[in-house]
């Protein structure tokens, strides 16, 4: 199921980006004492109550014509709308203002549950302050200080209440949900349309052509699949739109929904620096991953070109060491077959499960090989492993001394599991706890 979405919005200068980055926990948006210093949307997770959502920080809404403040105040709208809840965030210190009115009335129009925040009340002294701010017409008023971190568990209280109940029955377990996310232009609506054997996406060679993401059935050998095609995702500093900024977010929201993510990578540019941090989003968010490299039908594309494409890609991609690597052709769909074969490997491994016994077994005969380090004087003692999630695999290693496990061994202990169970296609998490 999706997680929520939670935007934090109010004019300039009330300290939204203070309270963002205290719910998640890192200080990711700039805070300066200038109003509208934050002019995008920024996205991030939180959790609250085992309750993990998506937070949206986002510029002041400001009034006025200037392009800037209209550019401002389309993306708090582009916010609401995405929005499950909203963070109505007013500042304390200075009453109801104008701006605040305005505010108002935009939220009056989304029909979205709002939780008002009163920022800045740094001492109880001020709570008598917040009364007024029952004549928004929104309830109860949460007295909050941003920079003190104070009365911020009642608001996300409030928060999580309007969430909805999970339903981990919506998705159906025997269909392989995968998405394709790249770039723009790199051929992922083409590459749909070519499993499809239809135009059924719209297909151009100008960028941005998919704003939306789009799901599509495809039934082929027995199997159920639903394609996710995204919208490109450019560079921060060229994202101009308000309806782009809300593609990316929807194409992050598909990547949480898939099961496998295809990685697009245009053989005819090679690779980029933001083909990367793309495939970073899909890594982060634990989905097993395939990497295709798409348009191999305009370079040279023989055994040889492809290895030291493959040597390439394994050089810029060291975190993805896990990930299948795909050469095809979306347009002539040359070698097309290939690349479910590679999907339902890695939807495979990424539901995978170890017994408990066989998976000692190979930890056992790791340790006999490369003994635990020694830290201090002190030895890292691995007393067993047990696997406790799946989607990805992760596993808990119960030792006497969660500090001694080094990241070096517990890379080995990782590798030593993949070469005994496979694992191609998702990652795996490994995390150390002390016994008892």
């Given at each position: 199921m999706r997680k929520s979405v939670v935007a934090i919005v109010g004019r300039p200068n009330v300290g939204k980006s203070t309270i963002f980055n205290r719910l998640v926990g890192?200080?990711?948006?700039?805070?300066?004492?200038?109003?509208?210093?934050?002019?995008?949307?920024?996205?991030?997770?939180?959790?609250?109550?085992?309750?993990?959502?998506?937070?949206?920080d986002t510029g002041g809404i400001e009034l006025g014509d200037e392009p800037l403040l209209v550019q401002m105040r389309e993306q708090a709208e582009v916010a609401i709308n995405e929005a499950d809840v909203i963070i109505f965030l007013v500042n304390g210190k200075e009453g109801i203002t104008a701006a605040d009115e305005e505010v108002t009335k935009l939220l009056y129009?989304?029909?979205?549950?709002?939780?008002?925040?009163?920022?800045?009340?740094?001492?109880?002294?001020?709570?008598?302050?917040?009364?007024?701010?029952?004549s928004l017409g929104f309830g109860e008023p949460f007295p909050i200080s941003g920079s003190h971190g104070l009365g911020l568990g009642d608001l996300l209280d409030k928060v999580v209440s309007y969430f909805p109940e999970r339903?981990?029955?919506?998705?159906?377990?025997?269909?392989?949900?995968?998405?394709?996310?790249?770039?723009?232009?790199?051929?992922?609506?083409?590459?749909?349309n070519a499993f499809l054997n239809e135009e059924r996406v719209i297909v151009s060679e100008i960028e941005g052509t998919t704003r939306?993401?789009?799901?599509?059935?495809?039934?082929?050998?027995?199997?159920?699949?639903?394609?996710?095609?995204?919208?490109?995702?450019?560079?921060?500093?060229?994202?101009?739109?308000?309806?782009e900024k809300y593609s990316v977010l929807r194409a992050l929201k598909a990547i949480e929904n898939s099961d496998v993510v295809l990685v697009l990578i245009d053989a005819e540019t090679g690779i980029i620096e933001q083909d990367k941090k793309i495939a970073g989003y899909a890594h982060e968010a634990g989905r097993a991953v395939v990497i295709v490299v798409n348009k191999w039908d305009t370079v040279e594309?023989?055994?040889?070109?492809?290895?030291?494409?493959?040597?390439?890609?394994?050089a810029h991609f060291q975190f993805l060491d896990y990930a299948p690597i795909v050469f095809l052709s979306a347009k002539t769909k040359k070698r097309l077959h290939t690349l479910i074969p590679a999907i339902n490997l890695a939807s495979e491994n990424h539901a995978k499960r170890v017994p408990t016994n066989v998976l000692n077994d190979v930890i056992m005969d790791a340790l006999a090989m490369n003994p635990t380090p020694t830290v201090k004087g002190k030895r890292l003692k691995v007393l067993y492993v047990?696997?406790?999630?799946?989607?990805?695999?992760?596993?808990?290693?119960?030792?006497?001394?969660?500090?001694?496990?080094?990241?070096?061994?517990?890379?080995?202990?990782?590798?030593?599991?993949?070469?005994?169970?496979?694992?191609?296609?998702?990652?795996?998490?490994?995390?150390?706890?002390?016994?008892?």
């Amino acid at each position: 199921m999706r997680k929520s979405v939670v935007a934090i919005v109010g004019r300039p200068n009330v300290g939204k980006s203070t309270i963002f980055n205290r719910l998640v926990g890192e200080r990711i948006s700039i805070v300066e004492d200038i109003p509208g210093v934050t002019r995008d949307r920024i996205y991030a997770q939180a959790e609250w109550l085992n309750h993990t959502f998506n937070l949206i920080d986002t510029g002041g809404i400001e009034l006025g014509d200037e392009p800037l403040l209209v550019q401002m105040r389309e993306q708090a709208e582009v916010a609401i709308n995405e929005a499950d809840v909203i963070i109505f965030l007013v500042n304390g210190k200075e009453g109801i203002t104008a701006a605040d009115e305005e505010v108002t009335k935009l939220l009056y129009k989304s029909n979205k549950p709002i939780v008002l925040g009163v920022n800045k009340i740094d001492n109880p002294e001020m709570r008598e302050t917040i009364y007024e701010y029952y004549s928004l017409g929104f309830g109860e008023p949460f007295p909050i200080s941003g920079s003190h971190g104070l009365g911020l568990g009642d608001l996300l209280d409030k928060v999580v209440s309007y969430f909805p109940e999970r339903n981990d029955g919506e998705k159906d377990e025997d269909t392989i949900y995968f998405s394709l996310i790249g770039r723009p232009n790199v051929g992922k609506s083409s590459l749909v349309n070519a499993f499809l054997n239809e135009e059924r996406v719209i297909v151009s060679e100008i960028e941005g052509t998919t704003r939306d993401a789009i799901d599509t059935h495809l039934h082929r050998d027995g199997q159920d699949y639903v394609i996710t095609d995204t919208a490109g995702m450019r560079k921060r500093g060229k994202v101009y739109e308000s309806t782009e900024k809300y593609s990316v977010l929807r194409a992050l929201k598909a990547i949480e929904n898939s099961d496998v993510v295809l990685v697009l990578i245009d053989a005819e540019t090679g690779i980029i620096e933001q083909d990367k941090k793309i495939a970073g989003y899909a890594h982060e968010a634990g989905r097993a991953v395939v990497i295709v490299v798409n348009k191999w039908d305009t370079v040279e594309s023989n055994e040889k070109a492809m290895k030291e494409f493959e040597t390439k890609i394994r050089a810029h991609f060291q975190f993805l060491d896990y990930a299948p690597i795909v050469f095809l052709s979306a347009k002539t769909k040359k070698r097309l077959h290939t690349l479910i074969p590679a999907i339902n490997l890695a939807s495979e491994n990424h539901a995978k499960r170890v017994p408990t016994n066989v998976l000692n077994d190979v930890i056992m005969d790791a340790l006999a090989m490369n003994p635990t380090p020694t830290v201090k004087g002190k030895r890292l003692k691995v007393l067993y492993v047990t696997q406790v999630a799946v989607k990805p695999p992760s596993f808990v290693v119960f030792v006497n001394d969660p500090e001694l496990m080094h990241f070096s061994y517990q890379r080995f202990l990782e590798n030593k599991i993949r070469d005994a169970f496979g694992f191609e296609g998702t990652p795996i998490k490994i995390f150390a706890r002390r016994r008892g």
